[in-house]
């Protein structure tokens, strides 16, 4: 993140009703989840131009999220390549369609809606608006959390971790220097373990989601082994995914100690709302940092992942 | 925490990695056999699985940690140590960097000398470290501590210092331990400047740009072997040996991986020594037409941490339980805890007029009379080899072997068998066998100790919340035991549910249920209609398996699903393990209600490719967790 940025960035909890803004411009994905045009089909009418990032996927309610998009006109973007933007192609799209549609002379409004978005993408979206954005903005994150349907509870074998963009490494920290793993959970049980075997952090603080609906929060502890990774030096970090503001403090709190002594690792599963946040704090503290995806074989979900109705949202506000 | 002290107990974390060796000596429970071959003057390689004490074990060489041991034998092993250890760990972290990029990818190159050089800067430290460590020695330390012990006033720290910058192309403001310690701070924080260059696209590197860092040619050798002779120079100790104690070198690129094995080769330079920690399982392999490879028993000795037989695995299992009951203030035994085992009593014999387990009555007597009466077929055994079950107790313990060998397969085919019949009042029923429900047999002192196959993780995971109801009620119930084992196994296989499918010939099969399989074709031989004295309990990997199998398998291996069995003294299991045998670690036995022993081995392929019907791809809560 730009220095510039870093110093005037001011973190503020959305306004509870998000149609009483206006906006310049908003990202979103068009992908197999039905929730994913939910927020953009929220706020279609208050936004200027929404440019959708779009998987290559037939699965479950693409083909009526592209229908919908190709009906609002929404300027739809393929994705290729985004994690390594290896030719800047990302960077510049993002710097061109920033610069064609805000506000040249007041307060660019943007948002983000990550529900849909891969980490990865998440991390090459926000690197790339911090990179070329420039000041005065408002850039609100925001989230669509899922109505809820029980799990399957299935074990889904790994694919890969790594950093979610190479921006996000973290450093290597000089000899023997102690190591946390901030770990977000979702449902998948064994990926968190599987983390916690591979890094073998001296410490690990699980950070806890804690949704609107019991059943969610039920899930999540079943899934979960009841949070009983059978070792001790795991704490538990509880947070309400419906309060950004609080939980990003949190983080940014919990990170600002990270030094070549004392490195940091965040592995972000879970809501995408933790993902976000945690790209944020990675890429103000970059490269210190390192935000992982720990990814799962890919595969759609057997039913349709619908919004709960409700909107997560908070604001990063610069000059 | 340990009530006493405000530093980390061993049994409060989760890897030694993070602890220095005098926390690391407080608990050490030394496995005799592994540790007494790592103190040996030669090269070593120690093949172990996660969590099977390789940390531990590699660092309790350190003269620090030898220092805060305490232990009967220690002046022993010290006196055995002929050289100075010199721990270098690797680190997760640059696996990570390095699965950014594809081999083919022009920066992998890049991101392999970067790795290279960070790899060599970290051993650089650990040689500094070590030599720090040899001048704390003091005085009134352990005689047996002095041969380690370095002298260094300020003057030979200075040359020392300002000699090894020379050779280690270091820039000190001043000559000393700290100023070098700063300038490979500052080489760590140049690696990271280059990498990020690449990372953030800020500025394209090619391979030739890299010539402008000469320091990132040093290899770890060239590094090693200046220390060597800088140091013993001005030690004036010309044939003073160095081990260099390398940490997990799977973590490491391929390339690194395989020059680091490659080091295990004898060397003319009798001053160094390389004692290196690596998992079972490989895909770096040396060809078997390179002569440069070296052999096990012949350049290195190798070093297995996981124990085939149990007899040594539940020794020092129960070593590692009673420190942990001593730590959590508890000063009674096991089997007081936890109760005898129906699997293996641990009180063979009568004693003080008690009855014997194979007198009438006994535990093993009722054991097998309730299946002679129910299985013809072991009925039938029995006489065919003139046991009489009512003679059983007057024999010797030698002359029992033979029965003795049979009591678990007797209680798994009593238990699951096809004799166990439930009577209904509609008629007879084969009695239900739930995968989740962990029968007692699994109970009890000695099976809980058998369980942990001697893997330090799993005994602490296992035990910890058994010893917190011990705390509690001062005895520990049976179906807590079944409970902790049942979290304990499904922690396990939630892990294991990770590792990517291999393609089959019944497709794609994750590994959880390969093992499965496994599991359900032994099972299948030993309650099968006929007595067996020999079941199927392990297997061979064959010819008939693919590549992706084999990965597979072999990533289970790595994290402690299976445990190679040597066909003879010696023999070991690294990167290579085809045509190799293997058991199923005893942790999942309960799961497959398996006896906790081996018998004679299948044909992998036998196992998986036959026709059968696997109930779903992948496992769900459901299918691991038990719940009553």
């Not at chain 2, 061993?10 to 050490?28: G, H, K, M, Q, V």
């Not at chain 2, 001593?326 to 007081?336: I, K, N």
């Not at chain 2, 047999?441 to 799993?458: H, Q, V």
């Not at chain 2, 003879?568 to 309960?590: A, M």
């Amino acid at each position: 993140m730009r220095e510039d940025i870093k110093k005037l960035l001011m973190p503020i909890a959305a306004p509870s009703d998000l149609l009483a803004d206006e906006y310049d411009l908003g990202f979103y994905t068009i992908g197999y989840e039905r929730r994913a045009r939910f927020i953009a089909s929220s706020l279609a009418g208050r936004t200027k131009s929404l440019c959708a990032f779009e998987y290559n996927t037939n699965a479950l309610a693409f083909a009526e999220n592209r229908a919908w998009a190709v009906n609002q006109k929404v300027l739809i973007k393929p994705l290729a390549d985004y994690r390594v933007d290896r030719e800047s192609n990302f960077r510049k799209f993002v710097a061109h369609y920033i610069e064609e549609y805000s506000s040249k002379e007041a307060v660019k409004r943007l948002f983000v809606d990550v529900s849909s978005m891969d980490r990865s993408l998440i991390g090459r979206l926000l690197h790339s608006i911090f990179a070329v954005i420039k000041p005065p903005f408002n850039l609100r994150l925001c989230y669509a959390p899922a109505s809820f349907v029980e799990p399957n509870y299935n074990f889904v074998p790994a694919r890969e971790c790594a950093a979610s963009i190479p921006e996000l490494s973290g450093i290597l920290g000089i000899h023997q220097s102690s190591l946390s793993l901030l770990l977000g959970l979702g449902y998948e049980f064994g990926i968190s373990l599987g983390l916690l075997e591979q890094f073998e952090p001296d410490h690990a603080l699980v950070f806890t989601p804690t949704g609107t609906d019991d059943r969610y929060d039920d899930a999540v502890r079943k899934a979960n082994f009841d949070f009983d990774f059978g070792i001790e030096n795991v704490g538990l970090f509880p947070y309400r995914v419906n309060q950004p503001l609080t939980l990003f403090e949190s983080l940014f709190s919990i990170t600002s100690n990270v030094s070549n002594l004392h490195r940091i690792i965040v592995a972000p599963n879970g809501p995408k709302i933790f993902a976000a946040l945690a790209t944020v704090v990675g890429l103000f503290r970059a490269p210190q940092i390192a935000v992982l995806r720990a990814s799962l074989a890919a595969q759609p979900p057997p039913h349709h992942v619908e919004a709960d109705g409700s909107i997560v949202a908070m604001d990063f506000r610069c000059g | 925490m340990s009530a006493s002290d405000s530093t980390p107990a061993l049994f409060d974390t989760y890897n030694a990695r993070f602890l220095d060796p005098r926390t690391i000596a407080r608990s050490f429970i030394v496995p005799h056999a592994a540790f007494t071959l790592l103190c040996k003057n030669e090269n070593s390689l120690v093949i172990g699985p996660r969590g099977s004490g390789k940390t531990t074990l590699m660092k309790m060489l350190r003269p620090s940690a030898l220092r805060a041991w305490q232990h009967e034998s220690k002046a022993e092993y010290i006196k055995s140590l002929l050289f100075h250890a010199v721990y270098v760990a690797s680190d997760s972290g640059w696996s990570s960097r390095l699965a950014l990029v594809k081999p083919d990818h022009p920066e992998y190159k890049i991101f392999e000398i970067l790795q290279d050089a960070t790899f060599v800067t970290y051993s650089m430290m650990s040689m500094l470290e070590a030599v720090s460590e040899a001048s704390s020695i003091e005085d009134e330390d352990d005689e047996a501590l002095q041969k380690f012990r370095i002298r260094l006033n300020n003057n030979k720290e200075g040359e020392l210092s300002s000699e090894l910058a020379k050779r280690w192309q270091l820039d000190l403001e001043f000559s000393s331990f700290r100023a070098m310690q700063f300038a490979l701070d500052d080489r760590i924080g140049l690696i990271d400047h280059i990498y990020f260059q690449i990372a953030s696209l800020e500025k394209r590197v090619n391979l030739a740009e890299l010539e402008k860092f000469p320091f990132l040619s040093i290899g770890l050798v060239a590094a090693i072997k200046s220390f060597v002779t800088t140091v013993n120079e001005l030690c004036e100790d010309a044939d003073r040996i160095w081990a260099f104690c390398i940490d997990e070198v799977e973590i490491l690129h391929p390339t690194l991986e395989l020059s680091l094995l490659k080091s295990l080769r004898s060397t003319k330079d009798q001053r160094i020594r390389f004692k290196i920690s690596a998992s079972p399982f490989s895909r770096t392999q040396f060809t078997q037409a390179d002569s440069t490879a070296p052999m096990g028993g012949h350049d290195f000795t190798p070093i297995t941490l996981t124990y085939a037989r149990k007899h040594e695995s539940v020794r020092f299992s129960r070593q590692m339980l009673e420190a942990l009951l001593r730590e959590a203030g508890l000063l009674t035994s096991p089997h007081r805890l936890f109760g005898s085992s129906r699997f293996e009593p641990s009180r063979p014999q009568s004693r003080g007029g008690k009855k014997g387990p194979y007198a009438k009555g006994g535990q093993r007597y009722s054991a097998l009379k309730g299946l002679e009466k129910d299985d013809p077929t072991f009925a039938d055994y029995l006489r065919r080899r003139k046991i009489d079950l009512e003679n059983v107790d007057s024999k010797t313990e030698d002359a029992r072997a033979e029965i003795r060998k049979l009591i678990q397969i007797a209680e798994i085919r009593r238990e699951f068998g096809v004799t166990n019949i439930l009577q209904t009042p509609g008629g007879s029923i084969a009695r239900y066998r739930s995968r989740k429900r962990i029968g007692d047999l699994y109970t009890g002192a000695e099976s809980l100790l058998t369980i942990c196959d001697g893997n330090p993780r799993w005994l602490i995971g296992l035990m910890r919340p058994l010893i917190d109801e011990a705390k509690r009620r001062h005895r520990v119930s049976r179906s807590a035991q079944a409970r902790s084992i049942s979290t304990a196994i499904a922690r396990f296989l939630s892990l294991l549910t990770t590792i990517p499918f291999p393609h089959t010939s019944q497709g794609e099969l994750p590994i959880t249920k390969i093992i499965d399989q496994i599991g359900e074709f032994f099972f299948a031989d030993i309650t099968n209609r006929d007595f067996k004295t020999e079941p199927f309990l392990s297997f061979v990997i064959d010819k008939h398996l693919n590549e992706r199998e084999l990965d597979a398998i072999g990533a289970a291996l790595n994290q402690g699903a299976f445990v190679f069995i040597p066909s003879q003294e010696n023999e070991h299991c690294t990167g290579d393990i085809r045509d190799k045998r293997f058991r199923v670690s005893y942790l999942l036995c309960p799961r497959y209600k398996l006896p906790l022993m081996y018998g004679q081995p299948a044909a992998l392929s036998r196992i998986l490719h036959r026709r059968t019907s696997v109930s779903s791809i992948q496992y769900t809560l459901n299918d691991l967790l038990y719940t009553e």
